[in-house]
């Protein structure tokens, strides 16, 4: 622990759970995890991290797109108060805290509320998803970048921020997060954005947990793909030519997540 966690006013630590397979937590998250008051977890840290805490020690704050949903405010406002009881309060988030995972608006909070906390980086779904299904996001046969958005956004926003027809101009591989629902609707945008309907895509449901599950196509077949594989959130959208190189990896890719 640092000294200010061991101050009478608690600290709160902002933790990264990666894509959710316990063995890819860093050894910092998982001592954290084994010492923490409280763990505020969300739904997307992994079933078999959370198997291993202690459950009166687990609090879900977490959101659904389309279910049960725990407000933003409520959150910062239980780490708040948890803090000034003098807990030590872990914030766990699947993925890195601060890709899209609302890292920055609870610094934020916590700071101008005057309470201590760190942030314990971890490996984002958007590169380990591919990974851990044979597909590299930057390769220097195929490319050379990888740009990586959202495709759910703040609802209350007038218009998107993703400028899917700068991407689509951009080239290299396009990693979707919180994109299963939007899929028709940003397939179609990069296709009339210049993208050929035949770039190659692949998602990757629950990477790293034991239910994984990876379907393939292209822009023009992976909605009707993904239907018929019936893939749901959370999942990891890879657009590019490095998503046609999974087949000559795949005979020699040991996993035990399929």
């Not at 805290?97 to 934020?108: L, S």
């Not at 609802?155 to 899917?164: G, L």
């Amino acid at each position: 622990m640092t000294e200010r966690a061991e101050t009478a006013d608690g600290i709160v630590y902002l933790v990264g759970a990666g894509p959710g397979d316990p063995e890819l937590l860093t050894v910092k998250a998982k001592r954290l995890l084994e010492e923490g008051d409280i763990i505020l977890h969300d739904k997307l840290s992994g079933p078999d991290i959370l198997d291993r805490i202690d459950p009166d020690r687990l609090e879900d704050v977490g959101t659904r797109g389309h279910g049960d949903t725990t407000p933003q405010s409520y959150v910062n406002e239980r780490m708040v108060e948890l803090a000034r009881e003098g807990k030590t309060v872990v914030r766990l988030k699947g993925g890195d805290p601060t890709v899209f995972g609302r890292g920055g608006e609870e610094m934020r909070y916590l700071a101008d509320h005057g309470v201590p906390f760190e942030v314990v980086p971890a490996i984002t779904s958007a590169i380990a998803g591919p990974e851990v299904a044979g597909i590299p996001v930057t390769d220097r046969n195929h490319a050379s970048t990888f740009s990586v958005v959202t495709g759910h956004e703040d609802p209350n926003k007038e218009e998107s921020a993703v400028d899917w027809e700068a991407l689509a101009a951009t080239g290299g591989t396009i990693v979707v997060l919180m994109g299963v629902t939007r899929l028709p609707e940003y397939t179609d945008r990069l296709i009339d954005a210049g993208l050929a309907p035949t770039t190659p895509v692949a998602m990757v449901e629950r990477a790293t947990w034991p239910a994984q599950q990876v379907v393939t196509g292209t822009l023009e077949t992976i909605v009707e793909a993904a239907d018929e594989a019936d893939i749901e959130p959370p999942a990891v959208t890879i657009i590019g030519d490095v998503a046609g190189t999974r087949e000559t990896a795949l005979e020699f890719l040991a996993t035990n997540y399929e």
